[in-house]
């Protein structure tokens, strides 16, 4: 929770990790990818503030401890949800795994939502694989990576055929809520691996799932824009977008957030401060102290005010999880509910899994 | 064998890494070699970012001999770049400083990253991107190239149109516009440049706003959408180039070769380098410990 000026905030931070990337998890061969990977997440982090950055050791493995604390003591977060990535072609026991986040978190109940992954490529066992975590952690959501390396393909799209398979067993088994994360790897190489086409296509053949383009389809903000506008069930997860600009480059910042706002709408945006990559404390104190520069350049963007910011911050990712807010963090009169139409009104049975 | 090397280093002696300056003094002949492969690699482009890889600060150093040698070593702001992208840069850079009068024998080399590599050996070798990724990719970049040309056409078009309606232009006046209509800027000459590299009409008499895919005059209830377009793909260009920026200095401490005119003094707003370091520092430098 977050207040100030007499205003409180319920925030849900939508994409987080607890990884390992030390060098006790990186498989043997393949250190190079491990050290880069997780080097580069690094350098992501000196986009923050100076007196916010770590060291390279703290980076690659940080405690329960310091999660906790920098989440939700010093981070104002409510409800986080962890979004694994496994990238086991590099690091032995993966990445952040479904199972490490929730091994943690059980320990926090009420804390966590577990959102899970699938690849297509792991076929019937995936499958079977995806049918347990949902039953072990009542998993509602899942994260895709489609950059990951899966023995020798470098990568995939939503559309292939596999991927059918997997997004109709999300439907199934009650999953709701589909992160996609693009990176820059794909077969073929010589496509744009950033392209979010893909999600149109499945975003509308796919009608009751819901599709949050994380890091706000970053670097094709303009292709997500357009894409999004037309598809009502693809959101905007901000992870990123606040974390590398709204420090390091606030006019980029303000011109992103108005596009997003223009053509996204803060009904479908949805925070993540992408921990550990960059603490929540700074994002969103300064998320809810932001507002576009006094200059022409940014005059026909739609505003941001309290209830947007509120929405943004916890409100819309609550509204797509079923997670119970406190009355007293719910909009008071002239904002509307936000999010998805068709969950809006009809609460969840299940709190917050895990709890 | 006597070679002049370039590097941030050793070329700090003046603003943008020129003129070069050696311990040993190098012959005319050497510095001059190694200004025009510099002016070379001016003009090859980051397809993503549409911008020079000697602005971004992506050439590490260049190396000319005394016969005719040429290395250059690239350098970009991760180990994952996509690698199409940095096959490109490579190859480009590759064919640019080749192509210098004088240059017998050239070396691109792409640093730090997960494919260097193959990139390096399939360049090297002329192989082409599908030879070089063999298995892993079908065609050529000739696609993605003119994907991204389309795109910096679509930025072009936000830059060359903003000032114009700043100065009072109603936007249902721009459509009956010619790029002959357009005061002379460089955001001008940058937008003629690329549509002529796409084949579309870029002389006086042709209109200011065409779709890029097909050339065709916008006009109509489809002008308000195609400028709103072009600036979001405008925005989208630069906060790319903001990150991109971020994460080199992050990566490598030193600036990188520039050419000597284009400093870090940038402005958001305008000009030909544009936007895409803006005025408002960036602040990620610094580096603290905890």
Redesign the interface.
Known sequence: MYEKNGEKYFVVDGHMHYWNAAPDNWVPGAE??AK??I??F???M??????????IE?FQKYSEDDLMKDVFEDGYVDVAIFQPTYLKEWYKEGFNTTERNALMGERHPGKFVYNTRWDPRDGDEGLKVLRQNVERFGSKGCKLYTAEWNNGS?GWKLTDPGSYRYLEACQELGIKNVHVHK???I????????DVADVDHVATDFPDLNFIVEHVG??????F??MATQEPNVYAGLAVAIG??M??????FA??MG?LL??VGEDKMLFGSDYAIWEPKWQVEGFVDWDFPDS??FADYPRLGVAGKKKILGLNAANLYGIDVPAEYQLKDGGTPGAHEVLAGQPEEHAVSGA | MTRHTTTPESGAGGPGGLPPRASRAPGDSEVSLLSAALAALEAVRDP?LDEPITTLGFVASCTVSAAGGAEVRLRL????????FAFLMVADAYDAVSAVPGVRKTEVVLEDH?AADAINGGVAARAG??RT?DG??????H??RA?FLR?AVMAGTDQVCRPLL?AGTSPAGLPGMTLGDVPPSPALDRLRQRRAELGLPSGDGAPLLIDPATGVRISGEAIPLHL??A???R??????G??CR??L???YDSAGLKPAVLGEEEN??GGPAACLS???S?????????
């Not at chain 1, 970053?218 to 292709?223: H, T, W």
């Not at chain 1, 420090?247 to 980029?252: C, G, S």
């Open positions: 190079q990818y880069g990977w080097e580069c690094h350098a992501y000196g986009l923050g503030p100076p007196e916010t950055h770590w060291t703290h470098r990176g820059p790897t077969w073929p190489l010589d496509k744009d691996a950033f970053l670097p094709r903000i303009d292709d824009c357009y590398a600009l420090h390091a480059r606030p006019r980029f011109r992103v596009e223009f053509w022409d350049d | 993503e702001p991760t180990y994952f770049c996509a690698p199409n997960f991107f599908a990724f892993e990719a079908v065609g050529e970049l696609d993605l994907d795109k700043a709103r377009r600036r979001t793909t925005i989208s260009i630069e906060a790319n903001g990150i971020g994460m200095r992050h990566r958001s707003e803006s005025a408002t960036d602040r990620g430098g610094a580096r603290a410990e905890r």
